[in-house]
């Protein structure tokens, strides 16, 4: 088995929760992306990132059943994990910085998958929803069967300073992460939610014009903030679990 890291990312203020990532620091070793996507299912992450080049921050990103050219706790993770100055994705080129307890990301959000923003009246309205059915569709106009049940639910907990109650649902079968892990990519498995989607806070971000903080799953913390350009900044914290 190829060495590699696991860090949890969008940890809350305590260390705790957050979503698991799998980095493989020396990707030479696997060079072909058959390989690698076998790799990736077998780690069984819901993302697992090879690392081409530390010192350029070149990386290629898989779900256990695809390769994404971009996702958001990926490259907050391995941004801190090599603290280069940019990431490069076949999505394009990241920023990133590090400032204090939190790791930052500059993307964009039309590199992030289409999701449903789906508005709540209150944080309680948020924790009280069940799993939507996998088949809903979803509310963008877009094709069905690009997208279909991705359902980002949010409510304004304090709309003043910005804060953010939100979960985040899969629905799709190659969307879901097995039972140690989720997030913003594709996987297979058995979860019904994911702990922490930089992704779809990229997104809310970009529709909402304002920074906010992000209180998603059990008790994940994202921080984002809109930058000139269009541009995105995703922040939050990581820790290496093993």
Known sequence: MTDYDVLRVFCGPRGGYGNELGVVRDGSRVPDRDDRQELAAKLGFSET?????????VIDIFTPTLRLPFAGHPCVGVAWLLDVPELVTPAGTVGTRLDGEFTWIEARPEWAPPRTLR????????DDLPVPP???RSEMGVPPDEVRGRIYAWSWEDEAAGRIRARA????????????SSGAGA?????????????AALLLTAKLERALNIVQGTGSQILTAPQPGGWV??????????
């Open 49 to 57: 990132v090879f690392v081409d080049d530390p010192e350029r921050g």
């Open 119 to 126: 508005q709540y009246a209150t944080a309680a309205e948020v």
């Open 134 to 136: 996998p088949g809903e």
């Open 169 to 180: 649902f899969p629905g799709r079968i190659d969307e879901r992460g097995d039972s140690r």
């Open 187 to 199: 996987c297979t498995g058995g979860i019904d939610e994911d702990e922490a989607t930089g992704a």
């Open 233 to 242: 900044e995703v922040g939050g914290r990581v820790i290496l679990e093993r």
